[in-house]
């Protein structure tokens, strides 16, 4: 998997949007960007994935530089519930096994 | 959307005995499931992949003999903690890809405790 990098650790005001970073610099062409949450124990939940393209869903926007080397995750309006750690990842083209770094752990204060 | 579902979610043994956890993807096929380990206030460390109908393939550190994995089917893949140690409490997670490979589908997580 492409190494990532992120910042051990966020805040956030309620309400307010959450930019998490993640630095990506070896990522190779086909391989993707996910980004996954978890909640204190309870298992990853999916957020958003792409490859080249800014993304956008019900839960995220996903902003990938043009480069490819990093991007962000943008929790428009962020509420207690997205209290987490969140976990950018680039699993390797093909082999589709996910590897955890520390990821960052966002907190929303009201 | 794809669930994936983990049994038990916590469970408590004593030490020396063994313990099987089940991975089940209940709306789709999975020929590969994956196994992870994550330890309090540290980040999921992958253990193992897990291929339907042949030999799981383990990380470098993992002992096979002691996380069985068995893949018998495209939608159950099962770890076993043999003899377990109060060194092997921790919080076990399983997670399958969609049929069409977009999304990894991540379990509940079993919480295991030896006493």
């Known amino acids: 998997d492409a190494k990532t990098t992120q910042p051990p650790s966020m805040d956030c005001a309620e309400g307010r949007a959450a930019n998490l970073p993640c630095n990506h610099s070896?990522?190779?062409?086909?391989?993707?960007v996910y980004w996954y949450r978890q909640i204190h124990s309870q298992g990853p939940q999916y957020i958003i994935h792409?490859?080249?393209n800014n993304e956008t869903n019900e839960m995220a926007s996903l902003i990938i530089t043009e480069d490819r080397k990093s991007s962000t995750l943008i929790l428009p309006h962020a509420t207690l519930r997205d209290t987490a750690v969140y976990y950018c990842?680039?699993?390797?083209?093909?082999?589709?096994?996910?590897?955890f770094g520390a990821g960052t752990r966002l907190t929303v204060k009201p | 959307g794809a669930v994936v579902s983990q049994h038990p979610s916590w469970v408590i043994c004593k030490s020396g005995t063994s313990v099987k956890i089940e991975c089940r993807s209940l709306?789709?096929?999975?020929?590969?499931m994956f196994w992870y380990r994550q330890f309090p206030k540290q980040s999921l460390m992958l253990m193992a992949t897990?291929?339907?109908?042949?030999?799981?393939?383990?990380e470098q550190g993992v002992e096979k003999d002691k996380f069985l994995i068995n893949h018998a089917s495209l939608t159950l893949s099962t770890l076993t903690v043999t003899s377990a140690h109060p060194e092997d409490s921790s919080f076990y997670i399983c997670?399958?890809?969609?049929?069409?490979?977009?999304?990894?589908?991540f379990g509940q997580g079993t919480r295991l405790t030896v006493v």
């Open positions: 997670s399958a890809w969609d049929r069409a490979d977009t999304e990894a589908f």
């Open positions: 070896t990522i190779s062409g086909n391989e993707y």
């Open positions: 792409g490859l080249k």
């Open positions: 990842i680039v699993p390797l083209y093909n082999n589709n096994d996910m590897r």
């Open positions: 709306d789709f096929q999975a020929t590969t």
């Open positions: 897990s291929n339907e109908g042949s030999k799981a393939t383990y």
